[in-house]
């Protein structure tokens, strides 16, 4: 009777273990969706220093304490840099822009940015600065904007004012509210 009663005890267990184990599939769509919903990266990279080359020019020049890669996201795949960001573009005629900021996301299919926290904007060659706290930058079509409060630097100028727009190099400049001491010159 003992026998017969461990016999069944084993064939409960067997069963169960065979049913454990055809249950536990990996669906790789769930899989998946597990890692997008929590956000979690499928790279993480530290002191990021990239150079992005066009036909052997250098064309932009990227400094980050941290990195990390959300390009496993379907619907909007990003890297964010939650360490702050320092992004240098050279253009063709020699000038070259940088971008700084506290944090950054990049969007990788829209190719938009946003920066925010100590941002700074600088154009090297007319000496121009834009300062702000959170700015969107258009990669695509070389455009910036904020709606925050900004302090703009040119030709020995400083404007001060709530929303700014213009190309990624500070010209063709919008402003929507605007204070500040200009210096006109007497002729």
């Known amino acids: 009777m003992k026998k017969k009663v461990l016999h069944i005890q084993q064939s409960i267990a067997i069963t169960f273990v065979i049913a454990m184990l055809f249950s536990c599939t990996n669906d790789y769509k769930k899989v998946e969706d597990i890692f997008s919903r ?12 990239l150079i992005h080359t066009d036909s052997g020019r250098v064309s932009s020049k990227l400094k980050a304490p941290l990195l990390y890669d959300f390009g496993q996201r379907k619907i909007q795949p990003y890297n964010e840099f939650p360490k702050g960001i320092q992004i240098t573009t050279f253009k063709k005629n020699g000038d070259s822009i940088t971008i700084t900021g506290d944090y950054a996301i990049t969007f990788n299919k829209t190719s938009i940015s946003e920066i925010r926290g100590n941002v700074v904007v600088t154009n090297h060659k007319d000496n121009s600065v834009l300062k702000t706290n959170q700015l969107f930058w258009d990669q695509k079509t070389k455009y910036i904007f904020t709606e925050k409060k900004f302090t703009f630097t040119q030709n020995n100028n400083q404007y001060q004012g709530v929303g700014f727009d213009a190309k990624d190099d500070l010209s063709k400049s919008v402003v929507k509210t605007l204070s500040g001491t200009i210096a006109l010159e007497n002729e």
């Open 38 to 49: 929590k956000s979690i990266p499928i790279g993480e990279a530290t002191n990021v220093f």
